[in-house]
């Protein structure tokens, strides 16, 4: 019941074996542990620098807007200054008309919280009348629509209060698009950590090809190559140095025991040839089945003896 698919070459891939093969090399192989370690270290850095961005945009942020939040109330101060209170209140239902564009929050309360005049219905409840800077949603009297503003309080000599504000980008706003740009960062770490998987792996490979070469040479019985040395002095020259050295051992080694196990082989083999053609005559001379038996087991064993000799020969004509 294994379904077959037949590519376009031609050749046969059986689905089970072929993805249990796929799956078993990305879960242990050195390129996707790479890749995720890679992906780990990206991800990391791309959520700690949006996490510092968004603070440090924040910041600034909330900089600028005292700037507009100021000059506002600054303006406001400033004509309290020269025409008095009803100057004030002029200014603000000037600015407040509903058919101009609400893009400013004005407000003027009594002492005992009594709205004077203005475009909001009550005072800001995280605003206490002294001069600060800070941020709430509000809906102007002409438009329905909640908006975030920017607000600054001041107290005026006369123990009213005055309020202005001004629309400016929301804290929601503003993790909404860090959370954005962490989403496409966190896209580019995978990008990156898969391209630097594969050029990690290339890398990596053409650094042991000659190790490999040196290694499939060894398993076929050559033990003349040697690993090229970079000359670089780092780790791996000291592993390929170490392997080289090994090398230089074993090749001696490996070539006196072809020697010995051949010369052996060979000086043992004539005589016991020579042995056993003797008990073969000495089996067709006896007329006792009991002597007979006896030979034709002794004559056994000399086989598998000339038989192991001979498998020691190959071996050694292998090294």
């Given amino acids: 019941g294994r379904t077959r ?57 909330r900089a600028e807007h005292a700037k507009p939040v100021k000059r506002l ?22 600015r407040t008309e509903p058919r101009k564009s609400q893009d400013t929050a004005l407000l003027l309360a009594a002492p005992d919280g009594r709205i004077i005049a203005g475009n909001l219905s009550k005072w800001p409840s ?5 001069e600060q800077l800070s941020f709430g949603y509000v809906t102007v009297l002409t438009d329905p629509q909640k908006r975030y503003m920017a607000f600054s309080a001041a107290e005026l000599t006369d123990g009213s209060r005055l309020l202005t504000g001004v629309p400016v980008l929301s804290h929601e706003e503003l993790t909404s698009l860090h959370t954005h740009v962490l989403l496409v960062s966190l896209v580019v770490a995978a990008f990156l950590a898969i391209a630097s998987g594969f050029m990690l792996r290339l890398l990596t490979e053409s650094y042991f090809a000659d190790f490999k070469r040196v290694v499939s040479k060894g398993a076929q019985g050559d033990f003349h190559e040697r690993i090229q040395l970079s000359g670089s ?63 034709e087991l002794t004559l056994d064993d000399i086989d598998q003896l000339l038989s192991m000799l001979s498998i020691s020969m190959e071996i050694a004509l292998s090294l």
Avoid at 75 to 93: C, K, P, T, V
Avoid at 240 to 248: C, K
Avoid at 261 to 286: K, Q
């Fill in 5 to 61: 698919c037949r590519l376009s070459s031609g050749a046969t891939l059986i689905d089970g074996a072929f993805w249990k093969a796929i799956i078993k090399r990305v879960k242990y192989g050195l390129s996707f542990r790479s890749m995720l370690l890679l992906f780990a270290v990206f991800g990391i850095f791309s959520a700690f620098l949006g996490w510092y961005s968004q603070q440090i945009v924040w910041d600034i942020v």
């Fill in 73 to 94: 109330q600054n303006g406001a101060l400033s004509i309290y200054r020269s025409n008095g209170r009803d100057g004030l209140i002029s200014f603000i239902r000037e």
């Fill in 126 to 130: 995280n605003l206490d009348g002294n």
């Fill in 233 to 295: 002095g780092e780790w791996l020259d000291g592993l390929f140095s170490m392997m080289n050295r090994s090398l230089d051992r074993i090749e001696p080694m490996v070539a006196e025991m072809r020697i010995v196990t051949t010369g052996v082989a060979h000086d043992v083999r004539s005589p016991i040839s020579r042995i056993r053609f003797a008990i073969e005559r000495a089996m067709l001379d006896t007329q006792e089945k009991q002597t007979a038996q006896s030979l």
